[in-house]
């Protein structure tokens, strides 16, 4: 059941890959070392320097509470992976919390309770980001874990035997035995044929099978580096102070060189592709993915932009069209969704989905969708919607100021993808220019069939007997 | 059922249910919330807590009409309250959507065993806000119910149980609740079952509203950039247009089923999921903190739990492991999950179950105890961090009658607890021999042996 959704893909915590031409990305250590440290201040109170050794920090004040929160991010992730070892840069984050000669095997995780931190970490197509969520007077113990890890851990077999059956349950879980989730993944394996966005995050179960000790010794010691790391703090604390420790901690580590990943942009798509899923399921249900450019990879910067405005024309919230006129007015869908991920490296897709009421098919479904397009394409959107979805995107930036995680969160993701974090001070007001006309102009250029690609699930009876090999 | 928005990322460790964080409180002295309580002139009880630092403000109302009000139409708590914000006078659903979304304001409602909340969200910019309370005041005093939309999401209501029924965690779910509560109303999910479902008429939804949504009936809690001046006005003005009804008496309590379950459902998924459980304590239980404080250390949050580290950490058998005490107005259960490859579910039942035994005969050691009471202790203030979490303490506090210092005094609480307290509580509510045991996933077989065997395949 949907709650309240925000604009939820805004600020979507996931993303993509890096283009070795974007300045953040992956800088070779002889650029770095030569670069004095600097530190810059925004009006929204976020201050940033860089370290001789090219680790870049972030730190924002937030002093509601005395709490704080630090998030380490590497720019690597799955697309940084080739085939044969996807999964990689997922296994390798579980592998983190195993040890390393000053804080062996279980002592990392209980010098984080023993601080009553709240602590986990996550990899995304572009990302893998570890963090501590605090009170203030800790922030050095996570420094003191986080720098330690970056370059001392142990991989040990015993501990990655084991760790690695944990993921393949992971995968089961979220993927496996959840028919939508099948979906999702054969839809971005089918629309992207040579870009690393075709392969799952968590990788494909054939690789987590034969992924060896070795392809995470590699990965840790290609990417597990300061010049490949932003630290963010965002919290109760005093952004010299941060600074002047978190030198004492990442400053002082030795940077490696770090080999930029190929571009492997994507072959142009010439047609409709369409993937159909067979899974025991008792609901339809239905993808479609549209070739788009995301922020970093736009010809015209103000597309993304547009893109993202008709993502919540379409679906920002219960006055938005496919809840009005799908599911209220026609009783077509029980539930559609549209959006996009403006902050991805990589061109990307611009998302549908839907699940067809019981008495419509899922024809009627896909067909009401390109209905909404069509109309997007052909009428301009009134200027009461693109006011709404102004005052939603304002509303949000401040109900965003409620959790110092959130606020982190973008700010790292930003940084990681190599966007900026200066891009937060912008973004509203970018979005705020976008008139009716460039919302009609993206959805002639890019919801077009050349670009799309359809994933629907055909739901199978469960038989007792019958299993659900892959 | 849109699952884009958070397939993209894979954590690390998969915590037990995200409530949690609510439910559970811990405090130090220096970082509790001023809570400031009245009542509005018809006797609304009304929690408020100042946060100046943000112009937004929360405001969400609180009433004793969870599901387990249902009575045999399961389901028709939930209906009601998705239905509230689909007419209300002239308006329609669009309008009432964009009414709210006009403004930038957020809409939502919720349903649990014991309470249903209603919640907004708002800039507190008057030009905003009037409007968005206005049209939230509405919808929650004067709901027209339209027949279109009753159909419609007794519709949507059949198909979210179908996919409950496609998701093997929630067929375990259902199955551990029908279990321990048998006839009693937590047995039963929110949701419904079709059959309920299909029962429901548009007079048992307004007959519910009638009974249920009323000022003796209701808690209004407020968190935001306001002054108490004007939360009582707030107050008062949503207050004021609630009939003023009467309140419900209390459920009935529990009683532990004289057979212990043990079940398997097959299904052809690739992972089993597992609960063990039985009848816990009620919200307010003298044993509560006592018993918060030993899960901690059974399998509370965080990589460090024994079951963590016997399930996972040792053996890889679970990305998530965890167990605890979910208090309600009636004891609520207790609860242990973990999913794994069918084929070893078990090993992974057994696993827990010794991991349980040894803790419940042997209790914690002192270093056990330390750990915990200082990880809850110093985590006290990330719990209260946000205006979010405040207003859920605050409808804790407030429905469950906690005493108004009850996030002050958490800590000294945590604090005080024993090793000897933990043992005597766990051997007093947890009785291994007890724990009803569902398993849903994997072929049929002869599944439900084994069962007091122990050992490890």
């Known amino acids: ?470 | 059922m849109n699952m884009k928005f958070k397939l993209t990322v894979s954590c690390s460790f998969l915590l037990g249910p995200l409530f949690l964080s609510v439910l559970f409180a811990a405090s130090q002295a220096h970082a509790a919330p001023k809570i400031e309580q009245w009542q509005t002139s018809n006797g609304v009880k009304t929690l408020f807590v100042a946060a100046p630092e943000l112009a937004m403000l929360d405001v969400a109302i609180t009433f004793d009409a969870g599901s387990g009000r249902d009575a045999d139409l399961n389901g028709l708590s939930q209906l009601t309250h998705r239905l509230l914000n689909t007419g209300s006078g002239a308006l329609d659903a669009d309008a009432i959507a964009e009414q709210f979304e006009d403004v930038g304001a957020q809409y939502g409602s919720s349903v649990n065993l014991d309470r249903s909340s209603i919640a907004l969200r708002s800039l507190t910019d008057a030009a905003l806000l009037k409007p968005a309370l206005k049209i939230f005041i509405d919808v929650i005093t004067k709901p027209s119910f339209p027949e279109k939309d009753f159909l419609r999401l007794k519709n949507q209501a059949l198909i979210a149980i179908k996919d409950s029924e496609q998701r093997p965690a929630d067929m375990a779910s259902r199955a551990f609740y029908k279990a321990i509560y048998g006839s009693h109303p937590y047995a039963n999910p929110a949701l419904g079952f079709k059959e309920t479902i299909e029962l429901i008429s548009l007079d048992d939804v307004k007959n519910f509203h009638q009974q249920y949504l009323v000022a003796a009936n209701a808690l209004i809690t407020i968190v935001g950039g306001i002054d108490v001046g004007q939360a009582k006005k707030i107050a008062e003005q949503v207050a004021v247009n609630l009939v003023q009804g009467a309140k419900p008496e209390t459920l009935a309590q529990p009683q532990s089923s004289k057979e212990v379950a043990d079940i398997h459902i097959p299904y052809p998924s690739q992972q089993a999921h597992v609960y063990l459980g039985q009848l816990g304590i009620q919200r307010g239980h003298p044993d509560y903190f006592t018993l918060y404080v030993g899960n901690q250390i059974l399998g509370g949050g965080g990589f460090t739990s024994r079951l963590v580290k016997e399930v996972r950490v040792k053996r890889g058998l679970s990305y998530s492991v965890y167990s605890y005490y979910f208090p309600l107005q009636q004891p609520g259960p207790f609860t242990l999950g973990l999913q794994t490859r069918n084929d070893q579910s078990h090993q992974a039942a057994e696993v827990s179950l010794e991991t349980i035994k040894k803790f419940v005969s042997e209790g914690p050691t002192a270093e056990e105890l330390t750990s915990a009471k200082n990880n809850i202790t110093g985590g006290f203030p990330l719990r209260i961090d946000s205006n979010r979490d405040i207003l859920g303490y605050l409808s804790l506090i407030g429905y469950y009658d906690l005493p108004l210092d009850y996030l002050e005094t958490f800590t000294d609480k945590i604090s005080a607890v024993t090793e000897d307290e933990i043992r005597t509580a766990f051997s007093k509510h947890l009785q291994p021999k007890n724990l009803v045991k569902i398993i849903v996933g994997g072929p049929e077989s002869g599944a439900n042996q084994n069962r007091q065997e122990g050992g490890e395949q």
């Open chain 1, 1 to 470: 059941m949907k709650l309240i959704k925000f604009l939820p893909l805004l600020f979507v915590v996931a993303s993509c890959t890096s283009l070795s031409d974007k300045p953040t990305a992956a800088p070779e250590m002889g650029d770095e070392a030569n670069k004095q440290a600097v530190i810059t201040k925004s009006a929204s109170g976020t201050h940033e320097k860089t370290f001789k050794n090219g680790m870049n920090v972030i730190v924002k004040e937030d002093h509601r509470a005395p709490v704080v929160i630090s998030q380490v991010w590497y720019r690597v992730g799955s697309a940084q992976e080739h085939s044969g070892i996807t999964g990689v840069s997922h296994v390798l984050e579980h592998m983190m919390f195993k040890g390393t000669e000053k804080y062996p095997s279980g002592t990392f995780s209980s010098t984080v309770a023993e601080i009553g931190a709240r602590d986990n970490a996550f990899t995304g197509r572009d990302y893998t980001a570890y963090y501590q969520l605090m009170g203030k007077e800790h922030l050095e113990t996570s420094f003191e874990l986080e720098s330690d890890r970056m370059l001392n851990l142990i991989l040990s077999p015993k501990d990655f035997t084991s760790e690695l059956e944990v993921v393949k349950e992971e995968r089961r879980l979220r993927t496996d035995d959840n028919p939508n989730a099948l979906v999702y993944e054969q839809l971005y394996a089918t629309a992207f044929i040579n870009s690393p966005y075709h392969h799952p995050i968590i990788g494909w179960m054939d690789d987590l099978n034969n992924l060896k000790i070795e392809d995470l010794a590699d990965w840790y010691q290609r990417w597990y580096t300061p010049n490949n790391a932003t630290l963010v703090v965002v919290g109760d604390v005093n952004p010299e102070n941060v600074f002047a420790m978190a030198e004492q901690y990442f400053g002082r580590l030795e940077s490696r060189p770090v080999k930029t990943s190929k571009p492997r942009l994507e072959h142009p798509q010439t047609g409709e592709r369409r993937v159909a899923v067979k899974a025991i399921a008792k609901l339809p249900y239905i993808m479609l993915g549209y070739k788009t450019p995301s922020l970093a990879t736009a010809e015209e910067d103000w597309e993304p932009y547009a893109l993202s405005v008709l993502g919540a024309v379409l679906d920002g919230g219960r006055s938005a069209r496919l809840s009005k006129r799908l599911v209220r007015e026609k009783e077509l869908v029980s539930a559609a969704g549209a959006g996009y991920n403006i902050f991805s490296r990589y061109p990307t897709l611009f998302l549908f989905d839907a699940t067809p009421t019981e008495k419509h098919s899922i024809e009627e479904a896909e067909q009401a969708l390109y209905e909404e397009i069509k109309d997007i394409q052909e009428n301009l959107v009134s200027e009461k919607e693109l006011r709404r979805v102004k005052a939603q995107v304002i509303a949000s930036e401040v109900y965003q100021q409620d959790s110092i995680q959130r606020q982190a969160t973008v700010i790292g993701s930003l940084e990681t993808v190599g966007l900026g974090w200066q891009l937060m001070d912008e973004y509203n007001q970018r979005i705020n220019s976008i008139t009716a006309e460039q919302v009609r102009d993206v959805a002639r250029k890019y919801l077009v069939e050349e670009g799309l690609t359809v994933a629907v699930l055909q739901p199978l009876e469960n038989k007792a007997q019958s299993n659900t090999e892959k």
